[in-house]
């Protein structure tokens, strides 16, 4: 009996192991292509853009909320509501994802404009928020499934690297969109 539900689990782990690389290709490679092709101006068939990177801060707002919350219900060990909010975060930043890529596939890209120190500080956050969001794709969607295959142990050691750089990267996206906002 053990070494069958031992089995199981390998077969589990492997299976996860292919979603979290599959998913994560297939997103960091589509923001990857986005950084190569250049859209086509600020407006697309009369609709205003622009819309899509406030929408994306919006997202990510409600995305460190969540978060929050998950961690608030975690560590007073409410489970059931720390799904929730982790279901929250998930939907949240589907949403961001899907007016982001909607957004830098179709609109041109825009220059930051600022100078001196808060430019340098600009790129810094700019840069941290990119490769710490594409370092953010595999490290959720792998805590995601631990979690919600009740593999605690591991769940817990990979949540305590995953929430922080969530919330980073969250918190990180609405300050990039505030402070490039001035120049769509």
Known sequence: M???????????????????????????GLVTILIFVEGGGQTFNGFDLTILPMMNAIFNSFTT???LGALYFILRKNIKMHRRFIYGAFTTTTLFLVTY???????????????GVIQYI???????????????????????????????????????????LWLYVSVT???????????Y
Not at 11 to 19: K, L, P, Q, S
């Open 2 to 28: 053990s070494q069958l539900k031992a089995e199981e689990q390998k077969r589990t782990n492997r299976t996860h192991t292919w979603i979290v690389i599959l998913l994560s290709v297939i997103i960091n």
């Open 65 to 67: 909320v969540f978060l």
């Open 101 to 115: 890529l909607a957004y830098h596939s179709l609109a041109s890209s825009t220059s930051y404009g600022g100078e």
């Open 122 to 164: 600009y790129y810094f956050i700019l840069i941290s928020h990119i490769i710490l969001a594409a370092l953010i794709v595999p490290l959720s969607i792998y805590t995601f499934l631990k979690g919600f295959t009740y593999q605690v142990q591991k769940h817990r050691k990979i949540a305590r690297w995953t929430m922080p």
């Open 173 to 183: 996206g609405v300050v990039v969109y505030f402070m490039i906002a001035p120049y």
